[in-house]
């Protein structure tokens, strides 16, 4: 794979660079794992991923190839994506009551960064690809300005309380400008670094490491937005969401919360 040219030719598509690497990776899997790009070769890599992974990472690994086949003029070879069983429930997401603990948790160890980490996470429905990029002048003026590689503008809200209290931190910090969420040498974050970090507050306070992960918060800012706001279309405009479609996941109840629905009301 000429890795240089591919990834200059995915940079053009409107994807992440989380994306990106996924890509990458995909293709230089595939090559090592196989000899030439035929029809069989995909379609043996196709079922190796239907056996091993779930259906959402099958599909992002088949796009990738997809991906790769339409940037070396092999389009024909496409492979079909499987089919993903929609579920009426949100799994994996934090619950209110378990991201309150966790911050009030941080902050009484005085783990303030993390506390901060976790509170942006979920007060502005940031992704931790958006997270990192945020900037102490941001929090000064009270938002972030993203813009999409199709040059579309999402504006990224910072709460007033998040922000007083941020600058609170800051100026004991004795910091005003750079990067908000720094590492132990004074690097920009890596999403690695965070997820990794969640994990390990997570076994520390007794949680369950499945909720507690970057886009768990994510997932608990539009519900609660919806829970005290019900404009779905308000929504989809400030999680940055193409279609309004992907949005309406959020008018779902969790697993955890339909049980205790069907606890309280069944008792026939």
């Known amino acids: 794979m000429e890795n240089g040219t591919f990834e200059e030719y995915l940079k053009k598509s409107d994807l992440s660079d989380n994306t990106i690497d996924v890509y990458i990776w995909t293709v230089k899997y595939f090559e090592e794992h196989y000899k030439k790009i035929n029809k069989a070769n995909l379609l043996s890599y196709k079922g ?7 259906p959402k990472t099958v599909n992002l690994r088949i796009q990738a190839m997809n991906k790769y086949l339409e940037f070396i003029g092999k389009s024909s070879l496409r ?3 499987v089919k993903v069983q929609q579920k009426n429930f949100l799994e994996n997401v934090i619950s209110n009551a378990d991201y309150k603990f966790l911050k009030r948790k941080l902050k009484k160890d005085n783990n303030m960064e993390w506390y901060f980490v976790v509170w942006y996470l979920a007060a502005t429905g940031a992704r931790v690809s958006e997270l ?13 300005d993203l813009y999409s590689k199709g ?8 709460p007033k309380k998040l922000r007083e209290e941020t600058l609170e931190w800051l100026k004991e910090q004795d910091r005003n400008s750079g990067y908000l969420f720094l590492n132990r ?10 997820s990794q970090q969640l994990k390990n507050y997570a076994e520390k306070y007794g949680l369950d490491k499945k909720v507690v992960y970057p886009h768990s918060f994510r997932h608990r800012y539009a519900k609660n937005f919806l829970e005290k706001y019900n404009d779905i279309s308000l929504l989809a405009d400030l ?7 992907t949005t309406r996941i959020y008018l779902r109840r969790t697993a955890s919360e339909q049980q205790e629905i069907v606890d309280k009301i069944v008792t026939w």
């Open 151 to 158: 040059g579309k503008l999402r504006r990224l809200y910072i």
């Open 48 to 54: 190796y991923l239907m056996e091993n992974y779930k």
């Open 185 to 194: 040498y004074g690097e920009r974050i890596t999403p690695r670094g965070i």
């Open 239 to 245: 999680m940055g969401h193409e279609s309004i479609e």
């Open 79 to 81: 492979i079909k994506s």
């Open 132 to 144: 990192i990029q945020i900037k102490i002048e941001h929090i000064e003026i009270g938002y972030f």
